[in-house]
């Protein structure tokens, strides 16, 4: 078992002793942030669309196939769920940690929210990938629905997970509203032409022209959120972080063993199932130009509910191991950047965006994507690194302490 040290997620004042942290969580917190490093490495930092022939050139080759195909299948779309789940987690923990009034305790938590805002859009100016301002903001749905049932939100949760309002939009469109006559030529020209200006931007344009480019493309990423069904996938993995707080999932580890080994066989079964029905359309259907609407759909919706029980799985069956002594060589790496996950993010951002920008060594497109997904590694054993230099010696990661001296409106203690 990993031992505990004083966590600092509760909303306790500053004279109050601090509970143990759970270190399975910050393990858990610690392999989301690889995760999400590897999927971004393996896009070169791009967090949006780029010409199709800079794709062509570099997606050919054995090399690149099979790294595509890897992270395709077992990261990309998996991670900013496993981290969602864990920030729907952290606010479960708090509140169940909470000895102040329930009034104090959720004003002091979206005034924290606020802050985390005001951090996520600053790193949006630097890099348009960023999850936080998205948090941010679902954060107060979460809010919202923290005082309903237990059944209720589990429910919402499974719902949203399955990006149901997404896929209800496209039965509507697809098969209820009248027909639209198409538009793809100029639409696809258009979005060629929108490629391009970002790539120029990325790959020639300075520092300046970054953060002024993606000031302009809030409201861009934002739309992406909505029609690809991210916002309600994410604040439904909320939600099910929530619902495994308020059943004390994990502040009862051991108690719950048998709960995670069923979780995770019961996930992993399905996602082969999925995985074999998805095959099969894909023999079928994958030559055909223009599949039927129905089978579009049917295919979206499996990929959807595959992305999320390989998240469940990922979170029930690495909690189980992360439990066993023989794998706290893996386990307390990983929970050293966890406890520093806001520093750790948004420092990989700076690494990232310095490799592969042009204001930096420019190494977009001029790498294949197998090496840009491989960099993930050696930036992510320096997070390592650095996470236990730095937790030596202090007891918050800097923008951890940033934030919480914030919401206290007070400097906290930083060492130890």
């Not at 090496?371 to 007891?395: C, D, E, G, H, K």
Request: overall charge positive.
């Amino acid at each position: 078992m990993i031992p505990t040290v004083d966590t600092h997620l509760g909303f306790r004042s500053a004279e109050h002793a601090q509970p143990a942290r759970i270190q399975v969580v910050d393990a858990l917190r610690g392999f989301a942030l690889f995760g999400i490093l590897l999927v971004h490495c393996a896009q070169w930092f791009s967090a949006g669309p780029l010409p199709d022939t800079i794709y062509q050139k570099h997606a050919n080759g054995i090399d690149n196939g099979i790294a595509q195909t890897i992270v395709g299948l077992f990261f990309d779309g998996k991670f900013y769920t496993f981290f969602s789940f864990l920030f729907g987690l952290s606010f479960a923990l708090m509140l169940t940690r909470n000895q102040d009034s329930p009034g104090v305790f959720y004003r002091r938590f979206a005034w924290r929210l606020i802050i985390l805002g005001v951090i996520g859009f600053l790193h949006h100016l630097m890099w348009r990938g960023d999850i936080l301002s998205i948090y941010a903001m679902l954060g107060f749905a979460m809010l919202l629905l923290s005082r309903a049932s237990n059944k209720v939100i589990l429910v919402i949760a499974i719902l949203l997970v399955m990006n149901l309002p997404t896929r209800l939009t496209r039965v509507y469109n697809d098969f209820i509203s009248p027909p639209v006559k198409a538009q793809t030529q100029p639409a696809q020209k258009q979005f060629e032409q929108e490629a391009k200006t970002y790539y120029d931007v990325l790959k020639h344009g300075s520092y300046k022209d970054l953060v002024t480019f993606n000031f302009k493309a809030f409201d861009d990423k934002m739309q992406f959120q909505v029609e690809s069904g991210r916002l309600y996938i994410t604040l439904g993995f909320f939600l099910l972080g929530l619902y495994a707080g308020r059943r004390r999932l994990f502040q009862q580890l051991a108690e719950n063993r048998t709960f995670f080994r069923k979780l995770t066989r019961f996930s992993g079964f399905s996602v082969l199932g999925i995985t074999a029905v998805g095959g099969a359309l894909i023999a079928v259907y994958g030559n055909t130009q223009q599949p039927p609407k129905a089978i579009e759909l049917l295919f979206m919706t499996l990929f959807d509910i595959h992305s999320a029980l390989m998240t469940v799985f990922y979170i029930a069956g690495l909690t189980l191991l992360f439990q066993k002594n023989s794998w706290q060589w893996i386990a307390s790496p990983l929970a050293s950047v966890g406890k520093m996950a806001l520093t750790s993010y948004i420092l990989q951002t700076a690494i990232g965006t310095a490799l592969f920008f042009g204001f930096g060594l420019s190494l977009l497109a001029e790498v294949d994507l197998w090496i840009a997904a491989l960099t993930a590694i050696p930036i992510f054993m320096a997070q390592v690194l650095f996470s236990r230099i730095w937790l030596a010696q202090f007891r918050y990661g800097p923008l951890e302490w940033l934030w919480r001296s914030l919401t206290y409106f007070k400097m906290q203690p930083m060492r130890l």
